[in-house]
């Protein structure tokens, strides 16, 4: 996001979704906060993988520091799933069908 590689809405939808983990964390009794955050993180990686695919610069305009910006947006990106699953699984100890 410090690099302006990917356009604002990249940073729009992960720092929303940030929030509503926060949200979800706070409200512990809360099955909608947990849902909400779960359909985040699930949509977050559909369009992580549209913004890395599309702003991917060309290999002749990759810096140092671009190229570090989209590492770490992959790396994020393979976090993810497993953070997805770890969700699915507070969701169901909180009552989730």
């Not at 939808?13 to 509503?20: D, E, M, Q, T």
């Not at 671009?66 to 976090?79: D, H, P, V």
Request: with cysteine; hydrophobic share 50%; proline share 4%.
């Amino acid at each position: 996001c410090m690099n302006y590689m990917f356009p604002g809405s990249y940073a729009w939808g992960n720092f929303s979704v940030l929030a509503l983990g926060i949200w979800a964390i706070v409200q512990r009794d809360s099955l909608d906060a947990i849902m909400m955050f779960l359909t985040g993180l699930v949509l977050t990686v559909l369009t992580d993988i549209i913004h890395i695919s599309v702003f991917y610069p060309p290999n002749k305009y990759l810096t140092d520091a671009k190229r570090f910006s989209a590492g770490m947006a992959i790396f994020s990106l393979l976090l993810k799933p497993v953070s997805c699953y770890l969700v699915y699984r507070m969701y169901r100890e909180r009552g989730g069908e």
